[in-house]
């Protein structure tokens, strides 16, 4: 991944919150994929719903798990803007079983600011944002 060090006062890279987010969705973790978002961050859903806080982008989270999602993050790029950082990556995101998986390859935004004491993820569109409805 290309990146530029973040200027912001944090000990986690920005980069970080992308894969942590990604991994924790992959083993099940609700509790760690929801506690990368901050307390109002907006996930933005395949039909371009934007799903505002924490609290209300959790159940979604819920879903995507119980889907048996896994999401590759093949690299990306980082723009850092010092306070807030702006991530696009391509990310390969697989939901179902063993037998009728589905793959999309998305083109994936993200949007992160140190809060609550470290990097979260304040807009993420993990299936990107179209024709910019949102």
């Known amino acids: 991944m290309n990146m530029i060090a973040p200027k912001a006062p944090s000990d986690a890279a920005p980069v970080r919150v992308d894969l942590d987010f990604a991994r924790a969705l992959g083993l099940g973790d609700l509790d760690g994929a929801t506690a990368c978002f901050a307390k109002d961050g907006c996930l933005i859903t395949p039909d371009l719903t934007a799903v505002r806080g924490r609290e209300r982008i959790r159940p979604v989270l819920a879903q995507l798990i119980a889907s048996g999602v896994e999401v590759l993050v093949d690299g990306g790029h980082l723009i850092d803007g010092g306070e807030v950082s702006l991530v696009r990556e ?4 697989r939901t179902g079983r063993e037998g009728s998986r589905v793959e999309q390859v998305c083109d994936t935004t993200l949007v992160m600011q140190p ?3 470290r990097w979260k993820l304040i807009i993420a ?3 990107g944002w179209g024709d910019g409805r949102v």
């Open 90 to 93: 391509r990310w390969r995101i």
């Open 115 to 117: 809060v609550e004491g």
């Open 125 to 127: 569109a993990p299936w």
